[in-house]
Structures are given as C-alpha cells and as structure tokens.
C-alpha cells in the first residue's frame, strides 16, 4: 500500500476484554489518516482524461446513508445512547489520549500542529481516529503483514465491533469507544477500511480508473466521512451535509492518488501497481515499464495526466475546507496544501517517481502553515461551485 499507520505491536488476534489494556509502539509515517476534509475554485475540462466521477458509483458506496445515520445521530438530543460508554477511568483515558497525541506528534507532525486549534475534546478525538486508521493500516503494511490472513481482519473487525459496543481491547482501543461515545460516529466508514485492507491481500492490479477509485475510497475517503461529525460543520453553512461529506471524501480520493504516485518505484519494488492498466495502455506502457524504472518520454505524458486527475479531485475538495467549524479548517487546509506541492515535487523531479521518491521539505511545510492557517479563515461560501455525485 501507499502510506502506513504504523502500529508495530498490534495484536489483533487477542482477545478481546474488558480488563486488559495493552501498550503499544509506533514508528512510520502516514498519510492516509491525514485526510480530513476540503470542492472547485473553478471547473475544467478534463473529459479527454477521464478525470470526471459521474460514472463512480457513488450509490454502491452506500455513502449517502452514512451521512444520513451520522447527520441524525448529531440532531438527535440522545445520541450518546447509540454507543454505550466505555465507563473508562478518567485518568486511565487521560494517558491512552496522551499517547494518541505523541503518535500523532511524531508520525503526522504538520497535521498534529494543525490540530492545536480545535477544542480540547474535538482534538482529542481526531488522534484517536488517526491511531486506529494507522494500526489499521499497519496491519497490511507493517513488519508483521507477511503473517496476514482473512482471519486476521476478521478479528480485527469484530475488535473494531466490541469499541462500537463500549468494550476496548487495549488503551488505545479505549480512546476511540470514548470517542464513539461523544460524537456520532457510523461504523460503517471504519469497516469499509478494513475492507480495503483486504483487497490488498488479493488484489495488486487495477483494470481502470473505476476500480482504482473504490481502493481509494476504502483506504483513505473513509478517513473524511469519520472525521467530519468530529471537526463539525459551520453553523453559517447554507451548503448540504451530503455536498460537504462528499467534499471530505474526495480531499481522501485525491490524498490517496497523490500517495500511489509518490510511491511507485516502491511498490514496484513489491510487485504492486496501483495504476489504472487501461490508462497504461493508452500511453503504450505496460508493467514491464514501470519494474524496468526507465522514465520515457510516454511515461512523462502519462503521469501528466494521472497528477491532473488528483489536482482534480483537490479542487473538488477545496471548497468544502471553509464549510467546517472554523477550529478545525487548519489541519485540512495544511493537509490539502502539503498534498498539492507532493505532486509539484513530482513534476520538478521530472516525473521521475520511478528512482525517485517526492517529498516536501520542512521548510517548505512550515512556510504552508501560515498561508494555510490565512485560507482556513475564509468565510463559507453560500452556494456551491459544482454538482456533487
């Protein structure tokens, strides 16, 4: 996979219970739970590059229906009653907290910064969900993933379960049952990422650009739709939950494409392509090209165009930012921000992300932050600036 929530000590063939709580250690970078939320400055023609998403089945993603459940769960005034309390110690959910915050800190550190804005309670639980996206995650792409099986997720799931139901495994399991307790949070977006961690036990290749989408949606668009009931949207908004929900899943789209195309001298490196073949084929490319690590001037054309398509799906985003609470704008905007000069990293490099592997130094990040924190004080708009699918 293309960005990793480390976790190296995850167990999830324990079982599960109520009294004991297990530490655990963390050491990669990620990029996947970094996806919050942000749609177009301005629309563009890119139909001769399929960068269009009518024809996503959007529906098939049930991502309607979790808007509505989370949207209900927030106006309702016993919402709490839908996830029992986990009943956690004060000061035990204190600790597992501040260990959520030092994972954050130190693997996600711009996007850590950006949370110091929000409330105390909102801020807590976005490192929550950041931690189970990245174990999530690690469960695939960490130093145990040789040993993953279907039973492996399995348990994973019903652990995933259990939190949903007030019972936490381990501390840091009970940070996400608090958090599940006081914001109105669907399951379905945390399955559906564990979902998308088994398609990569059985899938490596994608025929096109329809398929590539629904791993990106289950990988890193699930991150958007649990994150928005927790930043909360603007009170001054006149826009839709769906419209802003939508936004937020295609700020995980774009995060995700910009992540496998950073990464594709690395995956190749495991026999994964996460390129649509179809689009290869267009540009006479093949997967013999990208495992021969040769940049052709047809793999330059062709990476064009799969980096158009995920500036697309940002400016798709972009809108959707200034329709959350205005303490939580910061980490999306630094998020969106940091993503965008990903891909300008590629083209400088010049599309050379078979050797070479694009990065963002920490001067450059630092000097987003103000500007990000400048866009993240944008009043909403009112209407919005393109039709949601």
Not at 76 to 91: E, F, G, I, V
Not at 101 to 106: L, Y
């Amino acid at each position: 996979m293309n960005a990793a929530f480390s976790s190296a000590a995850v167990n999830p063939n324990s079982t599960p219970t109520n009294s004991v709580f297990l530490p655990h250690k963390y050491s990669k970078t990620s990029a996947r739970a970094e996806a919050g939320i942000s749609v177009p400055r301005k629309r563009r023609d890119f139909s001769q590059t399929q960068l269009s998403v009518h024809g996503i089945p959007c529906t098939h993603l049930l991502v309607h229906e979790i808007v509505q459940r989370q949207s209900q769960k927030n106006n309702s005034s016993t919402s709490l009653d839908a996830c029992p309390n986990p009943s956690s110690h004060p000061m035990f959910l204190e600790e597992a907290y501040e260990r959520c915050k030092d994972i954050c800190a130190e693997n996600a550190k711009t996007f850590y910064l950006g949370t110091q804005l929000m409330t105390e309670e909102r801020k807590k639980a976005i490192w929550a969900i950041y931690v189970w996206c990245r174990r999530t995650d690690e469960l695939v792409d960490g130093p145990n993933a040789v040993h993953l099986t279907s039973a492996v997720l399995d348990r994973w799931e019903e652990r995933l379960e259990n939190i949903f139901n007030g019972r936490p495994y381990d501390m840091l399991d009970a940070t996400l049952a608090d958090t599940v307790h006081k914001f109105p949070l669907d399951i379905k977006p945390f399955k559906d990422m564990i979902e998308g961690m088994r398609m990569d036990t059985r899938k490596n290749r994608y025929a096109n650009f329809q398929e590539l989408y629904l791993y990106c949606y289950y990988v890193a668009g699930t991150v958007g739709l649990m994150s928005v009931p927790v930043m909360g949207i603007a009170p001054e908004s006149s826009l839709s939950a769906q419209t802003i929900y939508n936004a937020a899943l295609y700020l995980g789209i774009g995060n995700q494409l910009t992540n496998i195309l950073r990464d594709v001298g690395e995956d190749a490196s495991r026999g994964r392509v996460y390129l649509p073949q179809d689009e290869l084929e267009k540009f006479g490319l093949c997967d013999k090209d990208v495992f021969s690590r040769k940049v052709t001037e047809g793999w330059r054309e062709f990476m064009k165009e799969q980096i158009r398509r995920a500036r697309f799906f940002f400016d798709l985003a972009e809108e959707g930012a200034n329709q959350l609470h205005k303490a939580s704008r910061w980490p999306v905007w630094s998020s969106l921000m940091l993503y965008r000069m990903i891909l300008d990293s590629i083209e400088k490099n010049d599309y050379d992300n078979l050797t070479k592997r694009a990065y963002v130094g920490r001067t450059k990040k630092l000097m987003a932050l103000p500007v990000a924190y400048a866009k993240a004080l944008s009043s909403p708009r009112t209407t919005p600036p393109w039709q949601s699918c």
